[in-house]
């Protein structure tokens, strides 16, 4: 019995909102790190091969330059995130802790109550640097999706001309002439093989790690301010059971020192 109360205390202190929002930043943030990591890859593959495109020698910076940064990046978000959701973990587990032991010997100090705020402070701040994520990882999306689309078009209607011209979107220079059209060999092969549509998903699943992640931070921020709320509350009960115990001990004082006057009086 003793090991069964030991079990379900350990149980009640688990913070399972933020556990819910940990996993489901730790999905999101796996999604968008690896799809998107291999999505890239597969973009550098892509432009080589059916684009004709070459690294630029020097320290231009070119697309290919871009993707190599913005790999780096991943790799940062990745580490960044994981110890971030250790962190948020962490300060559930010590503020429920704080509110189920409301009335035992738990002391919230005032650098607790600054630490909630500061979460909330830095988890609104991400979940804002997330959205811009999310909507810039919809833009490969839509361009692949045109790609494919000039591509179903191809097979649906015979003698139909189309051409990807990679100047609309930024990726080469004006002057730099870069397109592909469908009487081409190369976008016939393109159309046929596997990597568009296997990079063309990989990009929607990272839109939708992004997305997720941009859930978990909600999720986080609700969770936060709950907490922060409790916590309020618990440091108003806090100080009242303070003054109330001082006053108690100040009444049963002044009675103690009044016996004893009327003893010595007695005497």
Not at 1 to 10: A, L, P, V
Not at 18 to 30: D, K, N, P, Q, R
Not at 53 to 76: E, P, Q, S
Not at 130 to 148: C, I, K
Request: contains cysteine; hydrophobic residues 45%.
């Amino acid at each position: 019995m003793g090991c069964f109360e030991c079990c379900i205390k350990c149980l009640g202190g688990i913070p399972y909102a933020s556990l819910i929002a940990t996993i489901l930043l730790y999905a999101g943030v796996a999604l968008f790190c690896g799809c998107g990591h291999e999505a890239l890859s597969g973009t550098v593959n892509i432009l080589q091969t059916y684009f004709e495109m070459a690294r630029t020698a020097g320290d231009t910076l070119d697309v290919f330059t871009m993707i190599d940064i913005f790999k780096y990046v991943i790799y940062g978000v990745a580490a960044a995130f994981f110890v971030y959701g250790i962190l948020l973990m962490v300060e559930g587990f010590f503020t429920t802790g704080a509110i189920k032991d409301l009335y035992g010997d738990f002391k919230i100090t005032t650098c607790g109550r600054c630490v909630s705020a500061w979460f909330i402070m830095l988890t609104y701040l991400f979940m804002l640097a997330w959205l811009g994520v999310t909507a810039f990882t919809s833009l490969p999306v839509y361009m692949y999706f045109n790609l494919w689309t000039i591509c179903r078009n191809t097979t649906l209607v015979e003698g139909a001309n189309l051409c990807l011209d990679l100047r609309q979107f930024g990726i080469v220079t004006v002057g730099e002439e870069k397109k592909i059209c469908t009487v081409s060999e190369n976008f016939l092969r393109m159309c046929e093989s596997t990597e568009l549509n296997m990079t063309f998903h990989l990009f929607i699943v990272a839109l939708a790690g992004a997305g997720a992640a941009v859930i978990a931070m909600v999720h986080y921020l609700m969770v936060l301010s709950a907490n922060w709320a409790y916590v309020k509350d618990a440091c108003r009960m806090q100080k009242y059971e303070d003054i109330k115990s001082k006053e108690e001990q100040e009444l049963h004082d002044i009675h103690s020192t009044r016996s004893k006057e009327r003893l010595n009086a007695y005497t």
